[in-house]
């Protein structure tokens, strides 16, 4: 259709990224989306949190990462369900670095609500891991970013400490 020339609408794109994302053809779906982008024409958020739910399901965290570049992109409003999507998959996958590096993607962007619980969230998935210094380094980006740490912080610290056995290691 668009080599032809076609001027093609929103719906006729639908039913293809339904079906890429219950084939769980996620990497099709997300240059689909791409081009859909591109055309000048704009997905809604519902869409995009399908396609975002799908792609955490079969771990293709990186056309996840990139369908929420393009929401924020295309100025989309409701970011919240596709954050929490990605974040909930992330934890659930044990993969703490791609949510501090998401984290940090998006922390300034107003439309996301990043709390203490997010930080908190890594640190804890660091010190479970027994990545010590990542959670410490991202115990200190949570302080320069002025998030205040609260006892659940420092309790997944102890308990990483205490299960490493880092009794007096200093954490300063």
Not at 121 to 147: N, P, W, Y
């Amino acid at each position: 259709m668009n080599i032809s020339g076609c001027s093609v609408g929103l719906g006729v794109y639908v039913p293809i990224l339904k079906a890429y994302g219950k084939e769980h053809r996620t990497a099709e779906a997300t240059q689909l989306v791409m081009d859909i982008s591109n055309s000048g024409l704009q997905l809604d958020s519902g869409s995009y949190d399908t396609l975002i739910e799908a792609s955490m399901s079969c771990q293709d965290f990186q056309s996840a990462f990139t369908l929420f570049r393009d929401m924020r992109d295309t100025r989309v409003r409701d970011l919240k369900g596709s954050y929490l999507t990605i974040m909930t998959g992330l934890m659930e996958n044990h993969r703490p670095e791609l949510m501090a590096a998401y984290l940090d993607e998006v922390v300034e962007d107003p439309r996301v609500e990043v709390g203490t619980h997010d930080w908190n969230s890594i640190i804890h998935a660091f010190c479970k891991a027994g990545r010590l210094e990542d959670a410490r380094r991202t115990f200190r980006r949570m302080v320069f970013l002025q998030f205040e740490p609260n006892g659940q912080t420092y309790l997944s610290l102890i308990n990483g400490y205490v299960a490493a056995e880092k009794y007096f290691g200093g954490f300063s």
